[in-house]
Structure formats: structure tokens, C-alpha cells
């Protein structure tokens, strides 16, 4: 099977992922979304650029390394904060404070940072250098797992995404793309015979509501998954319940519907109620984080939900 080694950018990729698709599985992440979901937990996924990360928990503070991220920034964004007690109670410390304004993106501080407490969130690699790490776990896939694709959205990155899945279908492992599902319906086309599974998500059904809570509309979205339905592929339906934005009992029948419509081709539908464990990201990049007063549902209305579409004769769980 021919493939191109072409560049891509990513943000991570982790092993034994037990939540991205059958059995234990490693994800390659990808840097860049077109959606702007207000309950993204993964707020380094959205942009293409490169970022600046901050892990103040691991700065030992400017002293001790000479001012070293202080000097190598050459807009004044970084400087010593306040004195603070060290954790180890062995004194004070002065721990890097970055001016979000001034800083322009270079990422020369990151370079500087003894401890990484200053990274790049991004980095960018190739085809072939993605596989060979990917390689190195085919042993734990042996019950069922494989590899997925996520994002931010892969299909952002449609060549790397597209060559990617080529390699590895080719070296016979078991592919899922984790997709919004807003990108062209020709691209869905021209990936659909390289991918196993695809983990699709269904925001809302509505879709002035949709582009509300995620700016953009959800009519691609919708097409995109009857086209895969039709065409024979196979679906893991994935539906956020977001208190007060996604929750409505009309809204979730709505999407059950459209579910059960999709006949055969969703092998399973998967709920997944709100969790803030994301909102730490929020602070390493300096965002403000939207839905901070938001609490996840509670379980009793999460089984009520899960009873519903199983009502309308879907394979449902709780996520």
C-alpha cells in the first residue's frame, strides 16, 4: 500500500489508552480543530501553532537558574514573580510569571527552562517517525486494541491524517479516527477504506445550538456520518452531556433518533457526562476557562439518559 512520509503536527501520543476505541490502545493527537466546543478538555488540541506551556509546579524558581528564561525572552514576557515558600520548606523562591500579552510565540524560553516547567505544546514529526513509536507497542494489542487518530480534529490535518492511517493499515493494526466529523465529505471518502472505527461525535442537533456551542453548524456533521453509515463504515457514537447546553431531554431523543437512523453501521453509542478535569490546561496556556461554575450531571440522570437510547434499540454505555 502506498504512502506518503508527509510532516504533520501533534501534541502527544499515549499508550495504553483504555477509552479511545476496543481494547488497549495507543493515540497519536493531533494539533488543529475548526470547532471551539465550550467544554474542550483539551484546550492545547485547538490551535495549529505552537504554544507556550506553563507548569509552575515545576519551575525551582528564576534564582537558581540565573534568570536563565528570563534573559531569553526577547520581549519582557517573562519575569520573577513574588517570593514564594519552596515545597520543600527549605525556603523562598521566586518562580517564573509570563506577561501573556508581550509573548509572541517564539518558544525560546522553552529552550532555556532547565526543569521543562516552560514547554512548547506541539511538536512536529512525520509518518514514518510516528509509526515506529506506534510499533513499539503492537504487543499490547493483541485482545482487540490498535491505534487511534484524535485530535483536535485529524482531519484537520487531512495528509498526515490520510498517509498516516495508510502506514498503519498496511502493517495490519487496527485503526480508529476520533472525528468531529466537519471536514469535506470527499476526504471522509478517501480515509473511510484505511479506518476500522470511527469515534464520532454528535454535539448537538440543533444546529443554531450547535454553532452556539461550538462555532460552527452541525449539517456537515450530520451528512458526513449518514455518508459513512451508508458507505460502510462503522460507528462509535459519542454524545457530550453538557448540563444547561446539551441536556435537554429533546436534544437527546433527537440525537438517539438519529442514531437508531444510522441503522447497523453504530456499533455502540457512548455517553459522556461533563468533567472539568480538563480545566488545569486552561491555566498552563493562560485561557480563561468558560464553564467553570458548571457540575457534572449526577449519576442517576446519566442512567435515565442511558435507558433512553437503549429505548430506541442502541448499544449504549455510560463513558
Not at 518562580?95 to 529552550?111: N, P, Q, V
Not at 491524517?161 to 495490519?172: E, M, P
Request: hydrophobic share 35%.
Amino acid at each position: 500500500m502506498e504512502y506518503q512520509n508527509v510532516t504533520g503536527r501533534i501534541y502527544d501520543i499515549q499508550g495504553y489508552a483504555v477509552h479511545d476505541g476496543p481494547g488497549i490502545r495507543t493515540t497519536v493527537y493531533t494539533k488543529g480543530c475548526p470547532l471551539r466546543c465550550l467544554w474542550c478538555h483539551s484546550p492545547e488540541s485547538q490551535y495549529h501553532s505552537l504554544e507556550l506551556g506553563y507548569l509552575p509546579v515545576k519551575c525551582l524558581g528564576v534564582d537558581l537558574c540565573q534568570n536563565a528564561c528570563v534573559s531569553a525572552c526577547p520581549n519582557g514576557a517573562i519575569s520573577a514573580g513574588e517570593p514564594v515558600r519552596a515545597l520543600d520548606g527549605s525556603g523562598e523562591l521566586r518562580k517564573a510569571m509570563i506577561d501573556r500579552a508581550k509573548c509572541t510565540g517564539c518558544l525560546k524560553c522553552t529552550k532555556a527552562c532547565i526543569t521543562k516547567a516552560l514547554y512548547p505544546s506541539g511538536r512536529d514529526t512525520t509518518v514514518d517517525e510516528v509509526y515506529e513509536r506506534l510499533d513499539k507497542d503492537r504487543g499490547f494489542f493483541k485482545n482487540g486494541g490498535g491505534i487511534t487518530i484524535s485530535g483536535g480534529e485529524a482531519m484537520a490535518q487531512f495528509e498526515f491524517t490520510l498517509n498516516l492511517a495508510k502506514r498503519l493499515k498496511d502493517s495490519g493494526l487496527h485503526i480508529c479516527l476520533d472525528t468531529t466529523g466537519f471536514a469535506p465529505t470527499e476526504e471522509f471518502k478517501q480515509i473511510l477504506p484505511y479506518i476500522d472505527l470511527f469515534l464520532y461525535d454528535i454535539k448537538h442537533m440543533d444546529t443554531l445550538m450547535h454553532k452556539k456551542l461550538t462555532g460552527v453548524g452541525n449539517e456537515l456533521i450530520l451528512t458526513n456520518a449518514r455518508f459513512l453509515a451508508e458507505h460502510g463504515g462503522a460507528l462509535q457514537i459519542r454524545v457530550p452531556v453538557i448540563p444547561k447546553l446539551t441536556d435537554k431531554e429533546d436534544n437527546l431523543r433527537a440525537t438517539a433518533a438519529f442514531c437508531a437512523e444510522l441503522g447497523e453501521a453504530v456499533k455502540l453509542v457512548q455517553l459522556l457526562p461533563y468533567h472539568a478535569t480538563g480545566r488545569m490546561k486552561y491555566d498552563r496556556l493562560g485561557w480563561h476557562y468558560k464553564l467553570k461554575n458548571v457540575e457534572p450531571p449526577t449519576e442517576d440522570f446519566m442512567n435515565r439518559i442511558l435507558a433512553l437510547f437503549q429505548s430506541y434499540g442502541l448499544s449504549a454505555q455510560l463513558y
